[in-house]
């Protein structure tokens, strides 16, 4: 037997209500990646595609298009792209930590037989989408196709390694919990001031491929950071909660703490050398500014290690920062098209709520000018959760104001000055902001330079 999945115990309360529905159905598979066993939180059913019908060609464009479902009557003729689009999508929504472990599929078992190639193609696509133009942070590559037999009730579980081509699924081991696991949670605040120039082999490149790798040094140098936990730089090696190696404390703490344990991380980075903070010549188009402080959050198994910890904050860090940018990029698309075109930007705040039965967040990101009631709807049709506007949590960040951008003068976004590869020296020190303060989510501001500058 391969590796072994265990699974909430709310997961098989999902599956019972999926049967009862007499439809096949295709979803995600959420969870955590751990060294020797991993752990499933959620399946979440992939909305059903939606087609226009109006066509981009008729006489009135203005006229409001319908949407209307267009699920297929096989598994085996669903939309692969569709499926790897709303692994994105849920993947933005997930903290540090939880990860797309793979794809469910409920059908009867002809159609399940006939649909073995698609979801193949489906498990490699969503690997190629999350990888797309985003620095990795976790190596795992192994991801699970678990099918359930309608007609007979069947659940079994293998594995493939969608970073191979020829790979060949291999059995794994679905086991369901008796009761929830018991997560950790890591929380920090990173303070951001990251300075991208563009050079002109980059200029007909879009906005977001532009950011996405000028990011690229940036977050290498956060994964080669160091972290401590509340204050204390720990072996990576150490498991992160020492009290559950004590047997005698962990009893104790089973009866008498019911209470999360939650730890405080600080990030460190790697200062550059003096000899690499010296001017260099290149000609440029644009300077990215992007400055604020953005708070980061992840969860971990109990028995976790330190080194598991970082990954997964580390993790939340490059995921909430790429996220925003990919957010915002497509938000100015629309904003430009509209004929608005600004040089500066709000990224979208970014907000939490709680999966039911667990001690486990979720996230969205909220556009200032949008209205809660949207980022519900939105968390209910790719989560499949249904969440009051009341119980997101909505204080962790707050839109910036004007003033937070004049307070000190390296907070200017349009201030050249110091003409490109000087301002390197200022961002590459990451701490964490101290507890009780407001955090304001990160901006995005640009400068596009008439000629080429050095």
């Known amino acids: 037997m391969g590796k072994t999945i265990l699974a909430d115990e709310s997961i098989q309360s999902y599956i019972t209500e999926l049967l009862s529905k007499g439809q096949w159905q295709l979803g995600l598979i959420i969870g955590h990646f751990a060294q020797q066993k991993d752990f499933a939180v959620r399946l979440i059913c992939s909305p059903e595609p939606v087609e226009d019908e109006a066509s981009e060609e008729d006489e009135e464009p203005k006229e409001k298009k319908i949407k209307t479902p267009q699920k297929p009557e096989n598994m085996a003729d ?74 007979t009730r069947k659940i079994t579980c293998r594995s493939i390694d969608v970073a191979d081509q020829k790979s060949a699924f291999k059995p794994a081991d679905w086991k369901p919990q008796s009761g929830s696991e018991k997560w950790i949670k890591l929380k920090t ?13 980059q200029q007909n490149q879009n906005m977001l491929k532009q950011i996405q790798q000028g990011l690229v040094p940036y977050c290498d140098n956060i994964c080669n950071g160091i972290i401590t936990i509340n204050g204390e730089v720990r072996d990576v090696t150490e498991v992160l909660d020492q009290s559950a190696s004590d047997s005698k404390r962990s009893k104790g703490r089973d009866k008498g703490q019911t209470s999360q344990l939650i730890h405080d991380i600080d990030l460190y980075t790697q200062p550059i050398s003096k000899e690499k903070r010296e001017p260099e010549m290149y000609d440029s188009v644009c300077k990215l500014v992007i400055q604020g402080v953005t708070h980061g959050r992840a969860f971990v198994h109990s028995k976790a290690l330190v080194s598991e ?21 497509e938000d100015i698309e629309v904003v430009e098209e509209e004929g608005i075109k600004k040089e500066l930007y709000d990224t979208p705040i970014r907000v939490f709520g709680k999966l039911h039965g667990s001690s486990l967040d979720f996230c969205d990101y909220k556009f200032q000018d949008e209205k809660l009631e949207e980022v519900t709807d939105r968390i209910k049709e790719l989560l499949d959760i249904t969440i009051d506007p009341d119980d997101l949590e909505l204080d962790c960040e707050q839109v910036p104001c004007e003033e937070d951008w004049s307070k000190d003068k390296s907070l200017d976004p349009i201030d050249d000055s110091s003409n490109g590869a000087s301002n390197t020296s200022k961002f590459n020190m990451l701490t964490a902001v101290g507890g009780g303060i407001a955090v304001v989510a990160a901006g995005l501001s640009y400068m596009l330079f008439g000629d080429s500058q050095t």
Not at 98 to 103: N, Q
Not at 309 to 329: F, G, M, V, Y
Request: net charge positive; hydrophobic share 40%.
């Open 309 to 329: 910890a970082k990954q997964a904050i580390t993790t939340d860090i490059i995921r909430s920062i790429h996220a925003r940018c990919e957010l915002l990029c």
């Open 78 to 151: 669903s939309d692969e792209r569709w499926i790897a689009t709303h692994a994105r999508q849920v993947n933005r929504m997930l903290p540090g930590g939880l990860d797309v472990l793979g794809i469910f599929a409920l059908a009867p078992p002809n159609m399940m037989i006939s649909a073995q190639t698609k979801l193949r193609q489906i498990l490699y696509l969503i690997h190629k989408s999350l990888s797309k133009g985003q620095t990795q942070t976790n190596s795992t590559t192994e991801r699970h196709l678990l099918q359930i037999c309608s007609t």
């Open 189 to 201: 605040d990173i303070n951001l001031d990251l300075k991208i120039n563009v050079p002109v082999k």
